[in-house]
């Protein structure tokens, strides 16, 4: 129990930082959709000072955040409330009010003494609404956010919690299991991951469930005993007409190449080498010693730059959900140090932020993601299944198969043997055995 506890408060502590850290109105745009704030945390150090293992923290990052993004849900219901009561405003008063609250990109400005920005359609309401505005315009947008302002520093309240007792846990932080007890006699449990590593701690069940997923955990000290509480990923979308099987390679060029032989996020290897060479410059020039002010300047536009790529890997990920309509998708495993949380070490992403970005909307999409076994992928023939490695004068980015003459772009070669493997059982997965003798 005592080990129980100590990962619980050092759970309570990241919730708490982020509370502290996202809950205000300068971080309103960070939190939604939330990754920049998992990223934030990744970098923070704070995982490491509390010895939290990864399996722990992020779910706690994540409670956090869904806190955060209630009270601002709650908040701005307030704020219509008391709009509507209102009588000192006009119609189209309430109608800009209302519509300010309602887009980030106005909300979020505003709030931060910012120049709203907003494109396209939006835009185009946006300024029909300020267009019927009475008065001098700018006048009465100028009194009406700050209106705004004050309304949101009344009702905003820092968070903080002292509350110890929950806390969740990672799919891959728990598994089930049987253990002997003192007596010899065998119990059925779970094995949870401790702060040491490779030690887990065994909790006999009382029940036969079994859950997948995100687990919520609730201790009684007091009875010495553990609640599991079953958690539902609540905003999990289910496609109707999502129904087929594909195959995708990752790349560092082309981001996502599928086996019906489309490629996504044509732009990644482009941007993201943008982004490496402007680092490498610019470290140059503004190294450790110059002053601070293009230091902050570089850090920014660096900043800027990691947003707009991640912006696109997600748009290019949709774009790809929306076209192929998958409801498997089959993948090779990337080798560990090119995955999940240690990829902002390699200073590029590589391809450790698609690979997060897509298991997380995967779920969210209710799609299943399984990962084959990824030796010699893109040398295996995805028509005859001969290995031809890759002759000498042959363009780099072809696949021919020396045995039936078998032509096609090695990334799509490689995304149909991924789809291959998957659907002949060779599959990542305790389930299937076979994956280690295949190879
Ligand atoms: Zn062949």
């Not at 293992?53 to 706690?60: E, G, L, N, S, T």
């Not at 553990?226 to 999990?236: H, Q, T």
Request: proline share 3%.
């Amino acid at each position: 129990m005592e080990r129980l506890l100590d990962i619980a408060k050092s759970c309570m502590t990241v919730r708490n930082y982020v509370y502290q850290k996202y809950s205000g109105i300068q971080s309103l745009e960070k939190i939604y959709p939330g990754y920049t704030v998992q990223n934030e945390m990744t970098v923070s150090g704070l995982r490491e000072k509390l010895n939290l293992p990864a399996v722990y923290f992020y779910p706690a990052v994540f409670n956090a955040l869904r806190e955060i993004k209630t009270q601002w849900a709650h908040v701005k219901r307030n704020i219509y409330a008391a709009i509507n009561k209102n009588d000192r405003f006009t119609p189209q008063d309430k109608h800009y009010l209302r519509f300010a609250i309602k887009f980030d990109g106005c909300f979020a400005n505003i709030l931060n003494g910012r120049p709203v920005r907003l494109q396209g359609e939006t835009r185009q309401r946006y300024e029909s609404i300020v267009s019927q505005l009475q008065g001098d315009q700018e006048e009465r947008i100028k009194n009406l956010n700050r209106y705004l302002c004050r309304q949101v520093r009344k009702k905003l309240h820092k968070i903080h919690t002292d509350k110890f007792l929950y806390f969740s846990v990672w799919e891959r932080g728990y598994r089930y299991g049987e253990a002997k007890n003192s007596e010899g006699q065998k119990r059925r449990g779970i094995f949870l991951t401790t702060k040491e590593p490779r030690k887990r701690i065994f909790i006999p069940l009382t029940d036969a469930n079994q859950y997948r997923g995100i687990l919520d955990i609730k201790l009684k000290p007091e009875k010495g005993s553990v609640e599991f509480l079953v958690s539902v990923f609540a905003d999990i979308k289910s496609h109707k007409d999502y129904c087929n099987e594909i195959g995708i390679s990752l790349g560092l060029w082309n981001m996502l190449t599928t086996s019906t032989g489309y490629t996504y996020g044509a732009e990644f290897g482009r941007m993201q080498k943008e982004l490496y060479d402007y680092g490498i410059r610019e470290r140059r020039i503004y190294g450790k010693e110059s002053s601070k002010a293009p230091r902050r300047q570089y850090i920014a536009h660096r900043e800027k730059m990691e947003a707009t790529l991640k912006n696109y890997v997600n748009r290019e990920i949709n774009r790809m959900f929306e076209s192929e309509k998958p409801a498997k998708i089959y993948m090779a495993k990337l080798p560990p140090n090119q995955e999940g949380e240690n990829y902002y070490l390699f200073r590029v992403w590589k391809k450790g932020y698609v690979t997060q970005r897509l298991k997380w909307k995967c779920r969210q999409n209710d799609i299943e993601i399984i990962e084959v076994f990824g030796n010699r992928l893109s040398a295996e023939c995805s028509v005859c299944g001969a290995f031809s490695e890759r002759q000498q004068g042959h363009l780099y980015d072809q696949f021919q198969c020396t045995s039936c003459g078998y032509t096609e772009d090695r990334k799509i070669n490689a995304a149909k043997n991924a789809l291959n493997r998957g659907k002949s059982g060779r599959r990542l997965n305790k389930a299937y055995p076979a994956a280690d003798s295949l190879a």
